[in-house]
């Protein structure tokens, strides 16, 4: 059954990354390129986070510093170590699940909201301590560079290096970097919900003193959780740093918590597949909403709630529903349906 | 454009790429689109990545403001060329490198962009240079950052289309100490110590200012006692306060320019003041600051590389802006668009035309008249500096004002109007007045 799954979920994953490898074949506007590769990212982030959150019950807030720390580690492993950047983005990574193991420590002897308050608070204590420092640890061009990067942060550094090798074309090479990434995220993910970890994760999630009687260690696996969870995010967030050339505190700020959130609430929570079509959906809300102005942190919140009231199980458990009573034989009664959240 | 129409006006390109510098005007506009060959109706579209939501959003919509007032003037005088000019804007929210960075290709790719033109944004200073010189266009901005000369100085080649319409902001601090000095020896203001607090936002723009003002304090008989960072926004100034008022300053230089912030500063600061000058980076400028402090923004000093000037011109734009936005709407903002929305048209004229996206051959015509022109707005004179591609600054760089973008230090005397230009000549339009709380 669990191989039978996996071997579904790992289909359906290929036909995923097949489908995406083959867009810069017919699309070469640079901006709907670009687009794709933020689309790609963000929906990394919304993925891992729903591991955290809605397959092993961790409500962290700290996600955002772990996509954060691997943007940069980037900037600041190339532009103040002088790393090549192929060796920065998996230092990065691992410098992400290194903090997230660090918070989690602190964190996982809590539960509930007192996770979140927690890792919201060390969150919003990083971004503070960085934006409030004012002291120069370099002149860069002439230009005060905090060692963190200050408000304003990096820019600059070390891209992928495609520009004198593939000239006005450069953003192709960007696209298959960030796939290449997304595609390994997507597999990784996959192999976790639907493997012997994923099991252990839900279980605690659904009934914590049940799992620990049959012998699962509440915070060793959720410590997991967060170890990979933040791995997988740290990755997304340095191959971001990559392609923009840029890392700032505006990467973990409230409204990019809010953005990747409503994804991850959008798409479903707890699904495998939802948080990538909650990626892909908010994506387009917020490109037409691009007029609206300050109503669009109103559209933002408003899909929150409405999926929360009208759906709460997302994009993925709508259909989900739908396909229950689509396939339920004629008469049988509605309470016996159920429906499988990690479609 | 296709080939046709691009043909024409060949011979005239060729006399003018030959010619030096050029003084430009409306009227110069005007007359090059009366004598040139019509090249069609299709419009020049002008991008604006521009903050329309956010912290500095106050500065965003007046940035707006002042680009569709220069769209529709040039338009009335015949487009550029003939061909109509269309200003299409994309909210920033505020936000950094990334953020200026979609929405200028998203101009470019989307709307088909021929030139990106804006104010600031909360950016590094350096967003708009590689998106830019990927599409073989023209950038204009007023990051008033360093980082913009070093960077279009390291690689010219690649670099040849991004400007910054003002003087970088290592003027400012020099400037300052500059114009205290000349208030002391003309015996408008005597210290009553030699104290002085610098209190500074977390941007690079404010730090670099607050630096410099650190590094030269000294030298004209400054002792800095404060050095504070505070963390933005910020409406609550009472531990700030308190250490001004335990050890007062003879001037205080607040260099984080949030006009909302300073505003707040200002009125907690008047419930107790201290016997000192209070001088604040550029958001004393914006109605938004008057708005909001009132009473109390009335003796603040605050200057500015890029500020509506108060002689013919200045006053003709600012009366012209406040009938079309309202009473509230600030010429300083809006200014800054508004003469690089000109200034970009007479150089896009006078090079046959601008250049679509990828045109990189056309564009670079149009970024070598920019490079030449000396235009006169509202402002002041916007000349290029050829090897940083910023904007020379008066008296700093240049002694003749005809010549350079003024650093202009402004002292709001009647809250319910701007403030007055007190320096430096011939821009001065009254006299620095000792503020009321310095007094008694």
């Known amino acids: 059954m669990l191989a039978g799954e996996l071997n579904k979920h790992l289909a359906i994953a290929l036909v995923i990354a097949v489908g995406f490898a083959a867009v810069p074949l017919f699309v070469g506007e640079r901006y709907l390129l670009g687009e794709v590769i933020v689309f790609f990212i963000w929906a990394m982030v919304a993925m891992n986070w729903n591991l955290l959150m809605g397959h092993a019950g961790v409500f962290s807030l700290a996600q955002l510093l772990f996509f954060a720390c691997g943007a940069y580690g980037v900037a600041m492993g190339t532009q103040l170590a002088g790393l090549s950047i192929w060796l920065a983005i998996p230092l990065a990574a691992f410098a992400a699940m290194v903090l997230a193991l660090l918070i989690g420590l602190a964190c996982l002897r809590l539960t509930g909201a007192y996770v979140a308050l927690l890792t919201f608070a060390i969150a919003e204590m990083v971004r503070i301590l960085i934006v409030t420092d004012t002291h120069c640890f370099a002149l860069i061009q002439n230009n005060c560079q905090q060692l963190f990067g200050g408000s304003t942060g990096f820019s600059r550094f070390s891209d992928f290096g495609f520009r004198p090798i593939l000239r006005g074309d450069w953003i192709v090479g960007h696209y298959y970097v960030v796939w290449a990434v997304f595609v390994l995220s997507l597999v990784a993910l996959v192999v976790i919900i639907h493997g012997r970890l994923g099991l252990?994760?839900?279980?605690?999630?659904?009934?914590?003193?049940?799992?620990?009687?049959?012998?699962?260690?509440?915070?060793?696996?959720?410590?997991?959780?967060?170890?990979?969870?933040?791995?997988?995010?740290?990755?997304?967030?340095?191959?971001?740093?990559?392609?923009?050339?840029?890392?700032?505190?505006?990467?973990?700020?409230?409204?990019?918590?809010?953005?990747?959130?409503?994804?991850?609430?959008?798409?479903?929570?707890?699904?495998?597949?939802?948080?990538?079509?909650?990626?892909?959906?908010?994506?387009?809300?917020?490109?037409?909403?691009?007029?609206?102005?300050?109503?669009?942190?109103?559209?933002?919140?408003?899909?929150?709630?409405?999926?929360?009231?009208?759906?709460?199980?997302?994009?993925?458990?709508?259909?989900?529903?739908?396909?229950?009573?689509?396939?339920?034989?004629?008469?049988?009664?509605?309470?016996?349906t159920a429906t499988d959240t990690h479609q | 454009m296709n080939d046709t129409t691009r043909t024409a006006p060949t011979s005239r390109r060729d006399f003018l790429r030959l010619a030096g510098a050029t003084t430009g005007s409306p009227a110069l506009l005007a007359g090059l689109n009366r004598t040139a060959a019509a090249q069609g109706g299709e419009p020049v579209i002008i991008g604006c990545p521009a903050p329309l939501t956010g912290i500095v959003a106050a500065d965003g919509i007046e940035f707006r403001r002042g680009l569709e007032m220069a769209v529709e003037e040039i338009n009335g005088m015949g487009g550029i060329l003939g061909r109509p000019v269309e200003a299409v804007f994309v909210d920033t929210e505020s936000k950094g490198d990334d953020a200026v960075i979609q929405a200028a290709q998203r101009l470019i790719d989307r709307d088909g962009a021929s030139a990106l033109i804006t104010g600031y944004n909360l950016e590094t200073g350096t967003a708009l240079h590689d998106v830019a010189a990927d599409a073989g266009i023209i950038a204009m901005h007023a990051n008033t950052?360093?980082?913009?000369?070093?960077?279009?100085?390291?690689?010219?080649?690649?670099?040849?289309?991004?400007?910054?319409?003002?003087?970088?902001?290592?003027?400012?601090?020099?400037?300052?100490?500059?114009?205290?000095?000349?208030?002391?020896?003309?015996?408008?203001?005597?210290?009553?110590?030699?104290?002085?607090?610098?209190?500074?936002?977390?941007?690079?723009?404010?730090?670099?200012?607050?630096?410099?003002?650190?590094?030269?304090?000294?030298?004209?008989?400054?002792?800095?006692?404060?050095?504070?960072?505070?963390?933005?926004?910020?409406?609550?100034?009472?531990?700030?306060?308190?250490?001004l008022r335990a050890d007062p300053p003879a001037l205080i230089a607040v260099t984080h320019f949030y006009a909302q912030d300073q505003a707040q500063f200002m009125n907690q600061f008047m419930n107790e003041p201290t016997n000192s000058l209070v001088y604040m980076q550029y958001g004393a400028s914006l109605a938004a600051f008057r708005e909001i402090a009132g009473q109390n923004s009335e003796g603040v000093l605050y200057a500015t590389v890029i500020g509506a000037l108060q002689d013919e011109i200045g006053k003709a734009f600012a009366e012209a802006y406040k009938a079309r936005f309202g009473e509230n709407a600030s010429p300083n903002g809006g200014g800054q668009t508004y003469m690089a929305m000109h200034a970009y048209a007479v150089a896009a004229a006078l090079a046959g035309g601008p250049g679509a996206p990828y045109e990189e051959d056309q564009n670079r015509l149009v970024a070598d008249r920019l490079r030449h022109l000396i235009y006169r707005g509202p402002v002041g004179t916007m000349r290029i500096v050829p090897e940083t591609q910023s904007a020379y600054c008066y008296p700093s760089q240049t002694k003749d004002p005809s010549l350079g973008m003024p650093h202009i230090f402004s002292q709001i005397q009647d809250a319910a109007a701007d403030g007055v230009l007190v320096a430096p000549p011939p821009y001065n339009v009254e006299s620095f007045r000792l503020p009321s709380w310095m007094q008694g």
Do not use: C
């Open chain 1, 200 to 336: 252990a994760f839900r279980a605690i999630r659904d009934n914590v003193g049940y799992a620990s009687s049959r012998g699962i260690d509440r915070q060793r696996y959720q410590l997991i959780a967060f170890a990979s969870s933040a791995l997988l995010t740290g990755l997304a967030g340095a191959v971001y740093a990559g392609h923009f050339r840029f890392a700032g505190p505006s990467l973990f700020e409230f409204s990019t918590l809010m953005f990747v959130l409503a994804m991850v609430i959008v798409g479903g929570l707890g699904s495998t597949w939802g948080p990538l079509v909650g990626a892909g959906v908010m994506m387009i809300v917020v490109e037409f909403a691009k007029e609206l102005g300050d109503a669009r942190s109103i559209v933002l919140g408003l899909s929150i709630v409405l999926f929360v009231v009208f759906l709460p199980k997302g994009i993925a458990g709508g259909v989900g529903g739908l396909r229950a009573i689509i396939s339920r034989p004629a008469g049988q009664n509605r309470s016996t």
């Open chain 2, 145 to 243: 950052v360093v980082v913009h000369d070093e960077l279009v100085k390291s690689d010219p080649d690649r670099f040849w289309g991004t400007f910054q319409y003002d003087p970088p902001e290592t003027f400012y601090g020099v400037g300052l100490l500059d114009f205290v000095k000349g208030l002391e020896e003309r015996g408008e203001f005597t210290r009553p110590n030699n104290k002085l607090a610098i209190v500074t936002g977390p941007g690079v723009y404010s730090i670099n200012i607050a630096n410099a003002l650190n590094e030269k304090a000294a030298e004209y008989g400054f002792e800095v006692s404060l050095f504070e960072t505070v963390n933005v926004p910020i409406s609550e100034w009472g531990p700030t306060l308190a250490k």
